[in-house]
T-cell receptor, first 112, second 115 residues
Framework: GEDVEQSLFLSVREGDSSVINCTYT??????LYWYKQEPGAGLQLLTY?????DMKQDQRLTVLLNKKDKHLSLRIADTQTGDSAIYFC????????????FGTGTRLLVSP | DAGVIQSPRHEVTEMGQEVTLRCKPI?????LFWYRQTMMRGLELLIY????????DSGMPEDRFSAKMPNASFSTLKIQPSEPRDSAVYFC?????????????FGPGTRLLVL
């Protein structure tokens, strides 16, 4: 079955770079996603990457995709305290009607 | 656009009572998803609809849970009777399924506490 795994917790200092890692199982996923959840709020799409790309950059965010190892990472440059949140990666499920399979989420804590 | 709208935002009820959660998806989106989030189990997909038709309800915990989508702009998730273990945050999400991409837009969630 589909499974998406993430480390549970990451702590960084303000101004440092953060790297959140994710492994997934479904090699047929066309897109892979990163969502952010702030306290008391729903999930918000941060960025996504098409499976035929190795890298995608969007301002402070860099997504790296290693299809061979089924490894996805999200790098946040110059991390700010406002980046403190839970970050979820997600792959597309392999059912006929596509749905997302979310990871467990990584709680990022940014200290001043 | 107002985004996905959920109501109520908070619900406190007693065990055995019926609970109804409501969702209005983003206009024009044709897929709708109900999720449950708890500390222990993380984010779980309960059911999703495509063009108002339930496609996969394998995540619905048991018969006490039911979901409907009578039209493209409204969906409900009902729990009857509710139990303390149903306490969680319930999210509704909708998706336009543009170019095969499953970007989902989440509502703010309903925080349910069953005493």
């Amino acid at each position: 079955g589909e499974d998406v795994e993430q480390s549970l917790f990451l702590s960084v200092r303000e101004g440092d770079s953060s790297v959140i890692n994710c492994t997934y199982t479904d090699s047929s996923s066309t897109y892979l996603y990163w969502y952010k959840q702030e306290p008391g709020a729903g999930l918000q799409l941060l960025t996504y990457i098409f499976s035929n790309m190795d890298m995608k950059q969007d301002q402070r965010l860099t997504v790296l995709l290693n299809k061979k190892d089924k490894h996805l990472s999200l790098r946040i440059a110059d991390t700010q305290t406002g980046d403190s949140a839970i970050y979820f990666c997600a792959e597309e499920g392999n059912t006929g009607f596509q749905k997302l399979v979310f990871g467990t989420g990584t709680r990022l804590l940014v200290s001043p | 656009d107002a985004g996905v709208i959920q109501s109520p935002r908070h619900e406190v009820t007693e065990m055995g009572q019926e609970v109804t959660l409501r969702c209005k998806p983003i206009s024009g989106h044709n897929s709708l998803f109900w999720y449950r989030q708890t500390m222990m189990r993380g984010l779980e997909l309960l059911i999703y609809f495509n063009n108002n038709v339930p496609i996969d309800d394998s995540g619905m915990p048991e018969d006490r849970f039911s979901a409907k989508m009578p039209n493209a702009s409204f969906s409900t998730l009902k729990i009857q009777p509710s139990e303390p273990r149903d306490s969680a945050v319930y999210f509704c999400a909708s998706s336009p399924r543009v170019l095969g991409q499953e970007t989902q837009y989440f509502g703010p969630g309903t925080r349910l506490l069953v005493l």
